[in-house]
Antibody
Framework: QVQLVQSGAEVKKPGASVKVSCKAS????????VTWVRQAPGQGLEWMGW????????DYAQKFQGRVTMTTDTSTNTAYLELRSLRSDDTAVYYC???????????????????WGQGTLVTVSS | DIQMTQSPSSVSASVGDRVTITCRAS??????LAWYQQKPGKAPKLLIY???SLQSGVPSRFSGSGSGTDFTLTISSLQPEDFATYYC?????????FGGGTEVEIK
């Protein structure tokens, strides 16, 4: 069955970087995008961006522009999220999810996120 | 950015009750709306996409409706496993945004 398995919990100091992995299995990796969503403790869901697994194009939420990089390795069906210059308010559970998408000349549309990873807790603390 | 406003923020209900959650977009999003269910410590689960399409494997007691700016998620007969937090999400334009969530609690 479709699975997205994320890397383990991380503890980082303010100013550091973190890289979270998300390994996909049991589906054609390049038929779906990968998106990242985070959830601070006791808070709601926040969309960070997505990556088109076919061509590597990305769209990031403005809030994270300049601090985030999303990449994929299609040889291992793995997606990565790197977040730099960490702050205490980056403490959250980070989720990857499979995204059904379609791209036309007018841009790309993400229809929904149908399979999710188990989440990776990133704690930023001095 | 499109703001998504859910109401109520929490609702207390009993098993067998009909529960309705609303979601309002700050501008028209056609039918580009999804609903997710999240239980504590777990990843969200897709319930509904394109406002009213039921995701495979989701019980038929869940239904979605609406278009434009106003949307509804209805649980026709609440079951014990439905106590959770529900989120709407607009997928009309980037950045994709979620509603603040509605917690369905046991009465």
């Amino acid at each position: 069955q479709v699975q997205l398995v994320q890397s383990g919990a991380e503890v980082k100091k303010p100013g550091a970087s973190v890289k979270v992995s998300c390994k996909a299995s049991d589906y054609t990796f390049t038929s779906y995008g990968v998106t990242w969503v985070r959830q601070a403790p006791g808070q709601g869901l926040e969309w960070m961006g997505w990556i088109n697994t076919v061509n590597g194009n990305t769209d990031y939420a403005q809030k994270f522009q300049g601090r985030v990089t999303m990449t994929t390795d299609t040889s291992t069906n793995t997606a990565y999220l790197e977040l730099r210059s960490l702050r205490s308010d980056d403490t959250a559970v980070y989720y990857c999810a499979r995204a059904r998408f379609d791209c036309t000349s007018r841009g790309c549309l993400l229809y929904f996120f149908d399979y999710w990873g188990q989440g990776t807790l990133v704690t930023v603390s001095s | 950015d499109i703001q998504m406003t859910q109401s109520p923020s929490s609702v207390s209900a009993s098993v067998g009750d009909r529960v309705t959650i609303t979601c309002r977009a700050s501008q028209g999003i056609s039918s580009w709306l999804a609903w997710y269910q999240q239980k504590p410590g777990k990843a969200p689960k897709l319930l509904i996409y394109t406002a009213s399409s039921l995701q495979s494997g989701v019980p038929s007691r869940f239904s979605g409706s609406g278009s434009g700016t106003d949307f509804t998620l209805t649980i026709s007969s609440l079951q014990p496993e439905d106590f959770a937090t529900y989120y709407c999400q607009q997928v009309n334009s980037f950045p994709l945004t979620f509603g603040g969530g509605t917690e369905v609690e046991i009465k």
